[in-house]
Structure formats: C-alpha cells, structure tokens
C-alpha cells in the first residue's frame, strides 16, 4: 500500500513538472508579465489601442477630484514620488526606470483598481488603462 501511494505522488511531480517545463500551465508568479504584454492585455479589452497622449493627459488629470495619478507618481512619474497624503515614497512608475513595474499581472490590477478608485471614485476602463500603459510605456 505504501509504495503505490510513493509512486501516485511520484508521478503527480513528475506530471506537474513535465506540465510546468512544456508551457501548459503557467503560475501566477511575480513576473508572470511584461510591461508590453499588460499594454498588449488593456488594448485587447479595450478594443482599441491605447493612446500615449492620451494617457499623458488622463495622467495628469485631477478628473475633478483633488488627485491626479502624477499627485503622487509625479510628472513625469520616472522619478521617485511621494504619496500625497502620506508622504511615503513611490519609487518610478514608469517601466524604464524601474524594471518591477508591470511585471505581476495581479499586483498591476490591484494597483489600478486601488489608485483608480482614489482619482476617479471608481475603477478604470480598459480603455483608460490602456492610454495609461502607453503612456508609460512610452516614457524613457
């Protein structure tokens, strides 16, 4: 009995490694992303692709509130920022000078919800996000 569980577990591993070493199954790790790829995701769920003006501007925006995104990633956001209320530290948003950002699918949508619901009282469209994306794909 106990070497037919030994050789069930054994082949569960091997089964998972062999799944993981082919590509059928990817984990949500950090990393699991790119920067051009979560653009390339907004833009597919957007419909359309995304505008770096555009997102420049919705960026900036205080869209009638008192914060814009660049409040507290800064304008450009490819320096160190500091949150608006609490003054801690952001380091850059943009992909070019910090090499972590975009590269977690689920902490980027985490952050997009969080950060837009403080700008805009609500989430963000895809088609917001994917201005956003290109815009800071775009800065170098």
Same mark, same amino acid.
Request: net charge positive; charged share 20%; glycine share 8%.
């Given at each position: 009995?106990?070497?037919?569980?030994?050789? +069930?577990?054994?082949?569960?591993?091997?089964?998972? %490694?062999?799944?993981? %070493? *082919?590509?059928?199954?990817?984990? +949500?790790?950090?990393?699991?992303?790119?920067?051009?790829?979560?653009? *390339?995701?907004?833009?597919?769920?957007?419909?359309?692709?995304?505008?770096?003006?555009?997102?420049?501007?919705?960026?900036?925006?205080?869209?009638?509130?008192?914060?814009?995104?660049? %409040?507290?990633?800064?304008?450009?956001?490819?320096?160190?920022?500091?949150?608006?209320?609490?003054? &801690? +530290?952001?380091?850059?948003?943009?992909?070019? &000078?910090? +090499?972590?950002?975009?590269?977690?699918? *689920?902490?980027?949508? &985490?952050?997009?919800?969080?950060?837009?619901?403080?700008?805009? %009282?609500?989430?963000?469209?895809?088609?917001? &996000?994917?201005?956003?994306?290109?815009?800071?794909?775009?800065?170098?």
């Amino acid at each position: 009995m106990q070497i037919s569980r030994t050789l +069930a577990r054994t082949g569960q591993v091997w089964l998972a %490694s062999l799944c993981l %070493s *082919a590509g059928l199954v990817a984990p +949500a790790l950090a990393g699991d992303t790119t920067p051009a790829a979560e653009l *390339a995701r907004w833009n597919q769920a957007a419909g359309t692709p995304g505008q770096a003006g555009r997102g420049e501007a919705f960026f900036n925006a205080t869209h009638g509130g008192e914060w814009s995104c660049a %409040s507290c990633h800064g304008k450009p956001p490819t320096a160190t920022g500091k949150h608006a209320s609490t003054g &801690k +530290a952001i380091q850059p948003l943009a992909p070019a &000078k910090n +090499a972590e950002r975009f590269t977690d699918v *689920a902490k980027s949508d &985490k952050w997009f919800k969080r950060n837009c619901k403080d700008v805009l %009282s609500r989430e963000c469209t895809a088609a917001e &996000k994917a201005d956003v994306m290109a815009y800071l794909v775009s800065l170098k």
